[in-house]
Structures are given as C-alpha cells and as structure tokens.
C-alpha cells in the first residue's frame, strides 16, 4: 500500500565530483524495489537530475522559499527547484528550523509554495533531547505537524520524516520502541486530520544516525516507510546497503 522510499540528504556536502557516487548508485540500484531520492545541495541538482534521468532515482532540494520570486537574495524558489531537475523538496529539516528560526508556520508556507510548484514536500518533524527527556515528544510531534503540514496534503503531495534531533549525526538512535511509538502517533493524527484515505497512505520516513548495521531492524518497525539519511547518504556502498534492506 506505501511504496518503501529511501531519501538521502547531502546538506551542504558535495561538488561536481561526489556526482561519481550518484553514477554508481544508479548503476549499481538500477532496479531498486524501493522508491529512490537524493536531495544534493542546490548547485548539483540540475547536474544530478540529468544524470539520473534515464533511471527511476528522484531528485530533490533540501529547502524552497515560500514565495513564488521577489526580492530575497540567496534563496530559492519552489518553481526554480522544479525547473532545475528536483520533484521533491525537505521542508523544517531540524537544521533549517534549528540555524535559519524556521517556525513550523513558515514551513508550513513553504509546503504551500512546494506544492503550487508541482513539487512532493518532505517535512521534517523531530524532538529536542531536553524535550525527550521531559516527556515531551509526542506534544512537540503533534504540534509540529499541526502547525508544519498545510490543509491541502494528500499521499502524493506529502512525505513526513520523523527526526529526533538527537539523534541526527550523532550515531545515537532511539529504541524501536521509541521509534515505533512516535509512528504509530503520527500515522494515527495524519488519519484524524486528512481520513484514512490519505492518513493510511502517506508515507512515514525514519531519520537520524540510519546506518547499513541497523536498518534492517529500523525498517521492521511498523508505520516506518524507510528513512532520510544524511551521512550514510554520501557514499553509494553505504546509501545502497540501505536501499538494499529496505527492498528485502
Ligand atoms: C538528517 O540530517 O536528515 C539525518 C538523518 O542525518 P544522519 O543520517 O547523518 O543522522
């Protein structure tokens, strides 16, 4: 019912040359049996969509302005994204939240932006430790996704990443339980808010420290429709063993 989908995140990683690793993946998962996305940083995405043109790997950017164009130096619209190659777009990754004070309001208007360009929005939800630890997780989860996913969303406009802070680039990963958990809790709001139709549907990614040694178990989880990676995503030995485990 919800096609399996390993994303990988470059963030401000990589010039002409990383695309060699683009090449091998798409050489090497040519016949992937799960959906494939690498969102490298703005500079490459039109060199990386005519790369992968030939083969089923997607592209995206890793952020989009809300509006349509205007006067904001150094930003990047939506449609440009579009026109460079990419279908997809993270929205509130925790860096973009955390460095830039991106609100979930402007996340929001940013999504609005994603989707008028004809682009997929894959909006990045997560928890602090300190709000962990004061047993807060599920309260900031919902009131990130209330607040980050406009009314509009449908299976194929919309991909939620669920990334505990802390455990992005720090190779500490939740229990499954705990991972389970906050799927389960998402899926269960994206049904009362939208109905089953697009709440059972639309696709729930894992991120943070997800590693060729423990995706398989992470993908066992229920409600986890594959992962965002960062780190793990740069290199195609170690991007492909993931894409290899969620295609198992
Ligand atoms: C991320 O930044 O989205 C991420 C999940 O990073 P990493 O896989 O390196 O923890």
């Given at each position: 019912?919800?096609?399996?989908?390993?994303?990988?995140n470059w963030k401000?990683?990589?010039?002409?040359?990383?695309?060699?690793?683009?090449?091998?993946?798409?050489n090497d998962?040519?016949?992937?049996?799960?959906?494939?996305?690498?969102?490298p940083?703005?500079?490459?995405?039109?060199?990386?969509?005519?790369r992968?043109?030939?083969?089923?790997?997607?592209?995206?950017?890793?952020?989009?302005?809300?509006?349509?164009?205007g006067?904001?130096?150094g930003?990047?619209?939506?449609?440009?994204?579009?026109?460079?190659g990419?279908?997809?777009?993270i929205?509130?990754?925790?860096?973009?939240?955390?460095?830039?004070?991106?609100?979930?309001e402007?996340?929001?208007?940013?999504?609005?932006?994603?989707?008028?360009?004809g682009?997929t929005?894959?909006?990045?939800?997560?928890e602090?430790?300190?709000?962990?630890?004061?047993?807060?997780?599920?309260d900031?989860?919902?009131?990130?996704?209330?607040?980050?996913?406009p009314?509009?969303?449908?299976?194929?406009?919309?991909?939620?990443?669920?990334?505990?802070i802390?455990?992005?680039?720090?190779?500490?990963?939740?229990?499954?339980?705990?991972?389970?958990?906050?799927h389960d809790?998402?899926?269960a709001?994206l049904e009362?808010r939208f109905g089953?139709?697009?709440g059972?549907?639309?696709?729930?990614?894992?991120?943070?420290?997800?590693?060729?040694d423990?995706?398989?178990?992470i993908?066992?989880?229920?409600?986890?429709?594959?992962?965002?990676?960062?780190?793990?995503?740069?290199?195609?030995a170690?991007?492909?063993?993931?894409?290899?485990?969620l295609?198992?």
């Amino acid at each position: 019912m919800r096609r399996k989908m390993a994303a990988g995140n470059w963030k401000m990683n990589g010039t002409g040359d990383t695309l060699a690793e683009l090449t091998t993946l798409a050489n090497d998962h040519a016949q992937a049996g799960c959906d494939v996305l690498i969102c490298p940083p703005a500079t490459l995405i039109s060199r990386a969509a005519e790369r992968v043109g030939h083969t089923t790997i997607a592209i995206g950017g890793q952020d989009c302005h809300a509006a349509e164009k205007g006067a904001h130096t150094g930003d990047i619209s939506a449609a440009m994204l579009r026109d460079a190659g990419a279908s997809h777009v993270i929205l509130g990754h925790s860096e973009r939240r955390e460095n830039h004070g991106e609100s979930s309001e402007m996340v929001r208007a940013k999504a609005r932006a994603a989707w008028d360009a004809g682009l997929t929005a894959v909006i990045c939800l997560g928890e602090s430790l300190a709000e962990r630890e004061a047993a807060n997780t599920l309260d900031i989860i919902g009131g990130q996704l209330a607040g980050s996913i406009p009314d509009a969303a449908t299976a194929e406009n919309l991909i939620v990443a669920y990334e505990p802070i802390w455990a992005i680039g720090t190779g500490r990963v939740p229990t499954l339980d705990q991972i389970g958990e906050v799927h389960d809790f998402i899926r269960a709001r994206l049904e009362r808010r939208f109905g089953a139709g697009v709440g059972k549907t639309t696709r729930i990614l894992y991120g943070g420290s997800v590693k060729p040694d423990n995706a398989r178990d992470i993908f066992s989880v229920a409600n986890v429709d594959g992962a965002l990676v960062g780190g793990a995503s740069l290199k195609a030995a170690d991007f492909g063993a993931i894409i290899a485990a969620l295609s198992a």
